[in-house]
């Protein structure tokens, strides 16, 4: 029998359709996935806690939101004018009322008579007029006492009441004294190591001296278990906390895993009291302890409250730097023991996943870091009285 055939034009039809019906379904998939990539900027409060999520335009790499944003995150009650002819663009604002030109970077504020620049100017995209994201955190903040932080590779801007970051030196921050321990350190003690050849021990070095750094200049005493690239003992860095008499103990790490999926940062607290108030893992009830023991561990559960608040304080600050949320971790930890002071370790991240050294390995990253670190300071303390010295608990 012979094969079915068609003729030669209803055989190039169908070749045609199949052909402008893939097109179009190959489009359509475009579209949406253009669609779904459309970014969007998340406006969070003091606390993280979502205000707005505002779908934004990105322009020549700059990100551009609608003026109806000011309303969604600042000012229900914002009033709006654009004069198409002549490009302007008017803002009402509590009592203040703002003037933009299009491609101007030049904002006019009255009464007064006031002007402010701004680095990027607002223009038009899909015939309506489009404000760049430095009007929302250089600008706008000011009229509302706040201040916006601006993350933009996460494009996340956080409002806080002004003076958060920038806060004057306070009778209470400036009797505090922090220990920070960057882990590791020596020729013999490298810590964890990644594939690029970056170290544990350097990453956590350039981090404490930031930290001393920033801290030193908003009024808080802070004091480096080691300056150098010199190996330390445990005691040798539980020294430094008693001698100084600290009163908050930071110890800095990163962290590694056979998984290459494994990533994010997290923060540990040493407590110990799970080992005599739980049934032991082999059944019953755990050996006593000895008295020595028993002692360190309730010295250490004076402070727990304490060291779950400035855990939760940093895991608020550093969320904001990362899109995997950071945990906090409750267990036994040598490295935190006999630290006679709210205590805890943090770890930056996992240098065996590519994401974590890459964040690892910048420089502006670390910064960034170091100053979420600190505004987790000043949150603490300022949530609470002065912390006894390990001295004045002792007596």
């Known amino acids: 029998m012979k094969p079915l055939s068609l003729p030669n034009r209803t055989a190039r039809n169908i070749r045609k359709t199949v052909c402008a019906l893939f097109f179009s379904v190959l489009a359509w998939i475009i579209a949406l996935n253009c669609i779904a990539q459309e970014p969007s900027v998340r406006f969070i409060d ?3 806690a979502t205000i707005a999520e505002v779908t ?6 700059q990100i551009y939101l609608p003026v109806d944003a000011v309303r969604q995150v600042f000012d229900p009650d914002m009033a709006d004018q654009y004069n198409h002819p002549r490009k302007r663009l008017t803002l009402k604002i509590q009592d203040k009322q703002i003037r933009l030109q299009i491609g101007n970077p030049i904002v006019g504020i009255d009464p007064g008579g006031m002007t402010r620049n701004l680095p990027t100017p607002p223009i038009i995209i899909a015939q309506q007029p489009m404000l760049p994201i430095a009007f929302f955190t250089q600008l706008l903040p000011d009229f509302y006492n706040l201040e916006a932080l601006y993350n933009p590779n996460l494009k996340r801007v956080q409002l806080r009441p002004k003076g958060t970051w920038t806060p004057t030196r306070t009778d209470n921050s400036v009797n505090w004294t922090i220990i920070i321990d960057p882990g590791h350190g020596g020729a013999d003690d490298r810590g964890c190591e990644s594939s690029t050849g970056l170290l544990e021990k350097d990453i ?7 930290l001393s750094s920033i801290s030193k200049a908003q009024g808080i005493q802070v004091y480096l278990t080691r300056q150098t690239d010199t190996k330390k003992t445990h005691f040798e860095r539980i020294q430094v906390a008693k001698r100084n008499q600290g009163q908050l103990f930071l110890s800095l790490h990163c962290n590694a895993s056979f998984s290459p999926h494994e990533k994010g940062i997290k923060i540990y607290l040493n407590n110990l009291k799970g080992y005599f108030r739980f049934p032991s893992s082999r059944g019953g009830v755990a050996p006593p302890l000895q008295t020595g023991q028993r002692l360190k561990i309730l010295a ?16 608020t600050e550093l969320n904001f730097l990362t899109e995997t ?3 906090i971790i409750e267990l036994p930890l040598v490295a935190l023991s006999e630290t006679y002071m709210p205590a805890v370790l943090l770890e930056l991240g996992y240098l065996s996943n590519v994401e974590d050294l890459e964040k690892l390995s910048n420089v502006e990253y670390i910064t960034g870091v170091a100053e979420a670190i600190v505004r987790a300071f000043q949150r603490y303390i300022s949530s609470i009285s002065p912390s006894p010295t390990a001295l004045e608990q002792a007596q």
Do not use: Y
């Open 46 to 48: 003091v606390n993280g």
């Open 204 to 210: 956590v070095l350039a981090l404490a001296k930031q």
């Open 300 to 315: 250490q559960a004076d402070f727990l409250k304490q060291s779950q608040d400035f855990a939760h304080a940093l895991q």
């Open 56 to 61: 934004a335009q990105l322009q020549a790499e």
């Open 325 to 327: 949320p950071v945990e």
